[in-house]
């Protein structure tokens, strides 16, 4: 006997395994996609060898450390390109950092600490004797860099991420710019920048000279790695959005941005990059080399740092 109304009750226990199906069937072609996009990343990273042993290497430290270098590369832009960025004159040889910071993930999980390091700290750089710290990269690229992070510091560097002129403005534009906020505002022709005071959003050109630009305020360097972290975390927390994810329009942008951008070392790879990103997104604590003062050298003008609170700080991270 069939009571009333019973139909549509069969129905919906005949929809119930279609809709698991289908479930399951959407949830594979994510899982691939994932999967396939990781691996296709992956194998389009661009790669050196950025670290290297060498006698007297500190030994393994808790956790891990990056070492993200901003350098003034302009290689590979056009004369479009480099009017856009205001980067001055696209045959300068060489390369410089201007930015240098070290990423501490602790082992367990917890809260990251992101450390600027001034790029006219004074510091011993092996085989060279005292010298500004961005003269390392000068002298030897990312090895003789992290050579001398590491021997003025104590903490090992575990993993290498570079980015120059081009990628900081490219990633900018790929999730549709970030929202940064001066203090007051900035003008500097040199930098191609001319902002007001407050948070506003910014485009990959007008981001890149924020965090270019050293001469529009009294502390200098100074105030210049304050706006570099903000930067780096705003463009992480704007490409871990949801918004960003499942938009493919910024998501697939941000990818081939991100492979044309990023130099890492032989040994790192895309779930590095991942686990590194995902640690940010929880959110860090940001400091700068404690300073003590500033010296006239024959390095020029440099940097000097607090050497009782810097060993305090760098003992945190090792």
Same mark, same amino acid.
């Given at each position: ?80 390109? /480099? ?10 040889? /060489? ?144 490409? /871990? ?41 929880? /959110? ?35």
């Amino acid at each position: 006997m069939q009571w009333p109304g019973s139909a549509p009750g069969r129905k919906r226990r005949r929809r119930r395994p279609r809709l698991r199906r289908i479930l399951g069937v959407i949830l594979a072609v994510v899982v691939v996609l994932g999967v396939g996009t990781a691996w296709w990343v992956d194998s389009h990273l661009n790669r050196i060898e950025a670290l290297t042993s060498y006698d007297g290497r500190p030994g393994n430290t808790s956790g891990t450390n990056w070492l993200l270098v901003g350098s003034d590369s302009r290689a590979g832009l056009s004369e479009e390109d /480099g009017e856009r960025y205001a980067a001055g004159d696209l045959s300068e040889g /060489g390369q410089r950092t201007d930015t240098i910071i070290v990423v501490h993930v602790p082992a367990l999980g917890g809260r990251p600490t992101m450390v600027s390091i001034p790029r006219d700290s004074y510091v011993e750089v092996p085989g060279y004797g005292m010298d500004k710290i961005n003269a390392a990269f000068s002298y030897g690229g990312p090895q003789l860099l992290q050579q001398t992070i590491e021997q003025n510091t104590g903490m090992r560097i575990d993993h290498y991420m570079e980015i120059g002129f081009g990628g900081f403005a490219g990633i900018v534009d790929a999730v549709g710019g970030v929202t940064l906020c001066p203090k007051e505002p900035i003008s500097d022709p040199m930098a191609g920048l001319d902002v007001q005071a407050g948070c506003q959003k910014m485009d990959g050109p007008t981001a890149l000279g924020y965090v270019r630009t050293r001469y529009t305020s009294d502390n200098g360097d100074l105030d210049r790695v304050e706006r570099q972290r903000e930067f780096l975390s705003a463009v992480i927390r704007q490409a /871990g959005s949801f918004s960003t994810i499942i938009n493919p329009f910024r998501s697939l942008p941000l990818v081939n941005s991100l492979t044309d951008a990023v130099t890492v070392d032989t040994r790192d790879h895309v779930w590095h990059l991942a686990s590194l990103g995902l640690g940010l997104l929880r /959110g860090s604590d940001q400091q700068t080399v404690p300073v003590s003062g500033f010296a006239d050298t024959d390095a020029g003008s440099v940097v000097l740092w607090d050497d009782g609170a810097a060993e305090d700080l760098f003992r945190k991270m090792r």
